[in-house]
DNA sequence: TCGATCGATGTAAACGTTATTACCCTAGTG
DNA sequence: CACTAGGGTAATAACGTTTACATCGATCGA
């Protein structure tokens, strides 16, 4: 292994040359820099992490905590995420939960003094819990905002108002006056907050009568478990709880022989990529969830970076945007 | 923070002792070891990853390169890896490389020197880079082999051979006589493998035609630009480079009133979650990706902390499975 | 009973980096 | 010319762990 010994010896200059070179360059002379650096260079140095970290107490990475790597909302979140970790030159290390509360607190406790900061997307954990946390490491939640007057753990949330209210919009527009929402686990925070803005959408519309049901297991195998109590509502139009769900609403539809959106109109969440693989393709409504990604670590970051700078500008709002597809139309269309 | 000095203090023992009980716990008294982790407990001591690392030269951290981590088939691969790493105490640090060479090969350099070992899936690396690197570090590819004849870089591939066997012997034996294959990119090795088999698999059936097309792009739009070509070349079966590519062919395809099966057989490759997403259900070939990852981490591993143990075992591989869905059936079944 | 052996613990020296302090040397100022 | 200011560099002390070695009883065999 090659030390600042070795580069050092090598250029002439003591081993606190070097580390200035690297870490304040200009604070040693021109000719100096070029020398040391040449020696670097030669030798292919490299900083030892760990030592620097133990000098330092800041380690240079932080942890992204997310329930389901397999999942492509989260995939493309991580994707964002690392894309601006490398671009402000920090380390990724992504933990995936399995979904499983108990494994989220073991990791968030092992991550926390391990890392220079957190970001917790769609947590299982209590808001006491999470607050608890966020005292002890730099935190970022995505997909939750806690609500005690006090607090103050930044977030990255979603505007899921306006983005149910375009989705709703679109639908009543188009004609429907029978809309069906299958919503998700109900003890997701997200998902709570889609049925509450569902409500209020089609509350406001003259004529619009809205039928949900719940806890459908957001996956397409979910979907495809409800489709069938779906249709017998009578909707005309149906949102699903995310793209998944409203796959396998569809692929079952489809084999019973009903067509979207001929028969029925569909939208999803999230806008994955999994809007394209379905026929129709599929309208959906959601967030550029790379953005996600990277404005949760742009958060993280900039409190770390800039201790506290301003404890204001602590929340992030992305505004989702309603994309149309093939699978909404008019009411019997055909 | 609190160390190892405040556990001694508090359990009235030496930082040594405290350091022992926690590694080598059967080389300390009963009584101290109950001491002592108490202490550890009332304080909520966690022992700094920096400073261990520093003196151990090990960082208990492994790397997982992959070139997009939004690829459901990396998803599942990093699924397994991590699950895999937890269960032995490893953390993992998952980097996607956005598919560029330059930077995979940036970070793999960064990581080498940082990590106690890599796992490189589906690189874009030369063989003498990959050489290279595995002198430097412990390393585990994953579908790649290299192949001079000296060089022992542990790996794990899939059969692909006996995976395209089945899908070829699936479609004949239903009757298909005109074959086609829609092939990824010409620069991947794995694309290389896949379309040597499939030429190997049809030269080997008397009155099978194959024809072959390539360099297609591998994800759905790459499968739906060339629906009209695959069309074109009046073949009753179809085999795609993988699950995307095929979901795509289909959806175009439907929208061309192609139907599948009964118009067209399709197949894909690497049965993805992809396969449940679509209409009809997608018939794929392909490993448990989460046993790859597995297989990956568990290859690296023994290597770290078993060395030189046996320089043989060093390749794994890992036979896939023909998942028969609807999206083949016998030729004009309709 | 005495030395050898062994088990349990303590002491202290690393690991490679960075930050603080001290030093030197040159240039500027009265 | 003496004195100061200040830029550039060197020496050195941490950071928290682990581990080789030393120490000290106690046990055991002769």
């Not at 079952?252 to 393709?281: A, H, I, K, N």
Request: glycine residues 8%.
């Amino acid at each position: 292994m090659v030390t600042v010994h070795d580069v050092a010896a090598r250029s002439g200059v003591s081993i606190a040359t070097v580390s200035r070179t690297l870490r304040e360059p200009h604070r040693v002379s021109d000719d100096t820099r070029v020398r040391v650096l040449a020696a670097v260079d030669e030798l292919g140095y490299r900083p030892n992490r760990a030592a620097s970290s133990l000098r330092r107490g800041r380690t240079g990475v932080i942890a992204l905590v997310v329930p389901d790597i397999e999942n492509p909302y989260f995939a493309s979140m991580t994707k964002g995420a690392q894309v601006m970790c490398r671009a402000r030159g920090y380390g990724l290390v992504v933990v995936d939960t399995t979904e499983r509360a108990e494994i989220e607190d073991e990791e968030v406790r092992a991550l926390r003094s391990q890392t220079d900061g957190l970001i917790i997307a769609s947590s299982r954990l209590s808001d006491e819990r999470l607050t608890e946390i966020a005292d002890a490491a730099p935190c970022v939640l995505v997909n939750r905002r806690l609500t005690g007057p006090g607090e103050a753990v930044p977030s990255v949330t979603i505007d899921e108002e306006t983005g149910v209210e375009a989705a709703v919009a679109h639908l009543y527009d188009l004609g429907h006056r029978g809309l069906l929402y299958v919503g998700g686990p109900s003890r997701s925070w997200s998902q709570a907050r889609r049925s509450a803005a569902i409500a209020e959408a089609a509350a406001s519309r003259a004529g619009l009568h809205l039928v949900q049901v719940s806890d459908c297991v957001p996956t397409s195998e979910g979907g495809r478990a409800v489709a069938r109590e779906a249709l017998a509502t009578g909707a005309t139009a149906v949102i699903a709880y995310n793209d998944l769900v409203a796959a396998g609403l569809l692929a079952q539809w489809t084999e019973l022989g009903v067509r979207v959106p001929d028969d029925l109109s569909l939208v999803g969440f999230d806008d994955t990529f999994v809007t394209g693989l379905v026929t129709p393709p599929l309208t959906s409504v959601g967030v550029d969830l790379r953005e996600l990604g990277d404005a949760a670590v742009e958060l993280l970051l900039d409190r770390i970076d800039r201790p506290d700078a301003n404890a204001e500008g602590n929340d992030r709002t992305v505004v989702p945007r309603l994309v149309v597809r093939a699978s909404t139309a008019a009411p019997g269309a055909r």
